[in-house]
């Protein structure tokens, strides 16, 4: 089934503990992206991908990295989280820049 | 889930008629726009997309009407079904040597029976 996994689907921490949030597409995509999304403010994009060792910021990077060492992964890390990091997730991909994407179910992070 | 719904706009459409939801997009160099749907508890999910070139395109019971002069943007659902409640979102791709992604706040779509 193809499909765009994320990994944990919840997560509860505390400020300044590095986290990872995996993500993982079977769809041999080149796009990738993480979205940010909070009441009241839709989807934020914060860093998207257009293939393999090629990423580029959103419009809200601050306080996240990301990597793509593989073409089917696109983990994303907050290395010292913050309150303000608390959110629900998304990844999404799609073939290309231009063309449709598949989100993820969501990963919905709290930093206490 | 629920809590990304709150402050939303809403828009109450009874059974079977017809729904319009608008979006006013920022950038008139934009060049891709897409209109997602998003369910309690769940990723977004594409709907219908749009090129500029374009004015106007159709879908399954969906159609998307793109006014470049005004900036804006609709998506219209004909014979509104219970399974069309959901947030939606617009999404434009403002193309100024990235592929970044601008969405949209969102708007409730409630049926009524």
């Known amino acids: 089934e193809a499909q765009v996994t994320q990994n944990p689907r919840y997560l509860i921490t505390v400020t300044g503990k590095k986290l990872t949030v995996t993500c993982s597409q079977n769809?041999?995509?080149?796009?990738m992206s993480w979205y940010r999304q909070d009441p009241g403010l839709g989807l934020r994009q914060i860093y998207y991908s257009m293939n393999v060792e090629v990423t580029d910021k959103g419009d809200v990077p601050e306080g996240y990295k990301v990597s793509r060492k593989e073409k089917r992964n696109f983990p994303l890390i907050l290395e010292s989280p913050s309150p303000n990091q608390t959110s629900l997730y998304f990844c999404?991909?799609?073939?290309?820049?231009?063309?449709?994407?598949?989100f993820g179910p969501g990963t919905r992070l709290t930093v206490l | 889930g629920e809590s990304v719904g709150l402050h939303l706009p809403t828009l109450s459409v009874q059974e079977g008629d017809n729904s319009i939801i608008n979006c006013a997009y920022s950038n008139s160099a934009s060049d891709y726009f897409i209109w997602y749907k998003q369910e309690s508890g769940k990723g977004p999910q594409f709907i219908i997309d749009?090129?500029?070139?374009?004015d106007k395109r159709q879908g399954q019971r969906v159609t998307v009407l793109l006014n470049k002069t005004v900036k804006h943007l609709s998506l219209q659902i004909a014979a509104t079904q219970p399974g069309d409640s959901a947030v939606y979102f617009c999404a434009e791709n403002p193309f100024e040597g990235t592929y970044k992604y601008i969405f949209g706040t969102g708007t409730r779509l409630k049926v009524l029976a």
């Open positions: 749009i090129r500029s070139n374009m």
């Open positions: 769809m041999n995509h080149e796009y």
């Open positions: 999404a991909s799609s073939l290309g820049a231009l063309d449709t994407q598949y």
